[in-house]
C-alpha cells in the first residue's frame, strides 16, 4: 500500500492522502488547519519508551519484538506464556489482510521480524532462544487459518548467547516514509552486510541502482499501485484500519494512523469519506497517485528473494529483512517497503510476474518476498503507534 509520506506525525499509513466526499482529495498531514498538534497520543508511544526496564525474559524479549515491522501495523501476534521457559507465538486470526495478502505471506514476514527481534532482545540477557517453527505443522501454501501458532520459542540457559549489536538498533528502527534524498550513494559495507544477512536465512538480495536499472522497477511498482487503489476491495481493506485523530490512535494503537491536524478538521465536519474508492479516469485518482511520486525517490531499490516460499521462508524473510532494516538504521540509512505489486491477489498478476521477470527471478519458485526503497529521509519521522505488551500476552 502507498506508505505515509504525507503524514506530519511520524505515522506509518500506507495511505496518507484523504479523500473528500465528491471525489477530491487532500493531503493528510500538510498545513495546521487548526492550530491542533499532529504528535500522536503519548499511550501509543509508550511501547518504544523503555522496553529495557522489563526484568522478566520472556516480557523484555516480547517488549522488543512487538516493536518489529509488519504489514499495516496490524501486529498480528499473541504470545502464550502458559509453558515456562518458552513463548508460544500464534498468529492473531483477527489481524490478518485477507484481501491484500491472501495466503498471509506478508503477515508471516511481520512475524519472522517479531521472533527475530525477540531472539536479539533474549541474546541481550545473554539467553539463547531457539525457534521451533510451526511446531503444530506448517499451514497450507494459499491458507493462513486464524490464530495459526508460527514458531515456539524455546530459552536456553544463562550465559548460552553471546549479546548481538543490532540490539541498541531496534528502538531506533522506523520505516521512514518521507521523500528520500535522489542524490547520495549507499555505504559499500551496507550493501555486503545486506548480502551476507540474506545469505545467512537461505535467501538472496541485491540493490537496484540508476536510472536504467531502477525505472522498470518504478513503472511497476506504480501500476500496482494504480491497481490497489481502485480495487474497491483491496482499498477498503485499508480505509478500515485508519485510525483518524489521537481519541481513535489511543484506542487502537495499530493500522493506519492519522492525526494530522487537517484531517481531523474536516473527518470532524463530515467532509470526507476513506471509504469512497478512486474510479480510474477520474481527477481523484490522478490526486490519489500524485501521492505515489515521493515514493519514487531513493538512492536505490533493495530486493530480497527466496528459492521457493514455503511457509519457513516467508519466517526467515521476515527475519532476514527486519535485520537487513537493524543494519541500514545503524549506518543511518532508511528503508521502506514497496509491497503492492508482490501481492498474490488476482488483479496483481501482471505487475507481480513482470517485476520477478526484470529483476531476473525466472526459476520456477524463486519469489520476491520483499521490495523496498532504500536511501536517506529527508525528514526524520518518529515512531508508529504499538499496542501495549499486556494486549498480547495471554497467560
Ligand atoms: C511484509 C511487510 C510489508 C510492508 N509493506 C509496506 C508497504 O507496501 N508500504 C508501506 O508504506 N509500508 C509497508 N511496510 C512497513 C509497515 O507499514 C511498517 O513496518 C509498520 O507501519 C510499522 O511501522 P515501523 O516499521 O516504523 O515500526 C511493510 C512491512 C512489512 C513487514
Not at 488547519?33 to 504528535?39: F, K, V
Not at 533474549?122 to 510451526?134: C, D, I, M, P, T
Not at 513503472?219 to 480495487?231: K, L, N, S
Not at 474508492?277 to 525517490?297: A, I, N, Y
Amino acid at each position: 500500500m502507498g506508505g505515509a509520506t504525507h503524514r506530519s506525525n511520524g505515522l506509518n499509513s500506507r495511505r496518507s492522502f484523504i479523500r473528500l466526499v465528491g471525489g477530491g482529495a487532500v493531503l493528510a498531514a500538510t498545513g495546521s488547519l487548526t492550530g491542533c498538534s499532529a504528535e500522536l497520543p503519548e499511550v501509543a508511544l509508550q511501547p518504544w519508551r523503555n522496553p529495557d526496564r522489563e526484568s522478566d525474559i520472556r516480557r523484555f524479549m516480547l517488549a522488543h519484538a512487538l516493536l518489529a515491522p509488519n504489514p499495516h501495523n496490524l501486529q498480528p501476534w499473541m504470545a502464550d506464556l502458559r509453558e515456562a521457559g518458552r513463548i508460544h507465538l500464534n498468529c492473531d486470526g483477527e489481524r490478518l489482510l485477507p484481501e491484500t495478502d491472501p495466503f498471509g505471506r506478508q503477515i508471516l514476514i511481520g512475524c519472522g521480524a517479531f521472533l527475530e527481534l525477540a531472539v536479539i532482545a533474549a541474546a541481550q540477557r545473554g539467553v539463547s532462544a531457539k525457534v521451533e517453527l510451526f511446531p503444530n505443522g506448517a499451514p497450507a501454501d494459499r491458507e493462513l487459518p486464524k490464530g495459526s501458532r508460527v514458531a515456539t520459542l524455546v530459552l536456553g540457559e544463562p550465559g548460552s548467547a553471546p549479546a548481538d549489536p543490532l540490539f541498541a538498533q531496534i528502538v531506533r528502527r522506523h520505516t521512514r516514509k518521507s521523500a528520500y534524498a535522489s542524490d547520495r550513494v549507499l555505504p559499500e559495507t551496507l550493501l555486503r552486510s545486506w548480502d551476507e544477512t540474506a545469505i545467512r536465512f537461505g535467501l538472496r538480495s541485491g540493490v537496484a541502482t540508476g536510472a536504467a536499472a531502477m525505472d522498470p522497477i518504478r513503472r511497476i511498482t506504480r501500476e500496482a499501485y494504480e491497481i490497489e487503489a481502485t480495487t474497491a476491495r483491496t482499498w477498503l481493506e485499508s480505509a478500515r484500519v485508519m485510525r483518524i485523530g489521537p481519541g481513535a490512535i489511543a484506542a487502537n494503537p495499530d493500522g493506519i494512523s492519522l492525526n494530522s491536524p487537517m484531517v481531523r478538521a474536516l473527518h470532524t465536519v463530515g467532509l470526507f469519506d476513506p471509504m469512497e474508492v478512486p474510479v480510474k479516469g477520474t481527477s481523484s485518482l490522478q490526486r490519489v497517485m500524485d501521492r505515489w511520486v515521493p515514493f519514487e525517490t531513493a538512492s536505490g531499490v533493495r530486493w530480497l528473494a527466496s528459492p521457493d516460499n514455503t511457509r519457513g521462508t516467508q519466517v526467515a524473510s521476515g527475519r532476514a529483512y527486519v535485520r537487513a532494516h537493524l543494519l541500514a538504521t545503524a549506518a543511518g540509512v532508511d528503508m521502506h517497503p514497496l509491497s503492492q505489486a508482490l501481492q498474490e491477489f488476482p488483479e496483481m498478476r501482471g505487475p507481480r510476474e513482470a517485476l520477478h521477470q526484470t529483476l531476473g527471478l525466472t526459476t520456477a519458485g524463486q519469489t520476491l518476498q520483499m521490495l523496498s526503497r532504500v536511501g536517506f529521509a529527508t525528514e526524520a519521522r518518529g515512531p508508529s503507534p504499538r499496542r501495549s505488551l499486556d494486549a498480547l500476552i495471554r497467560t
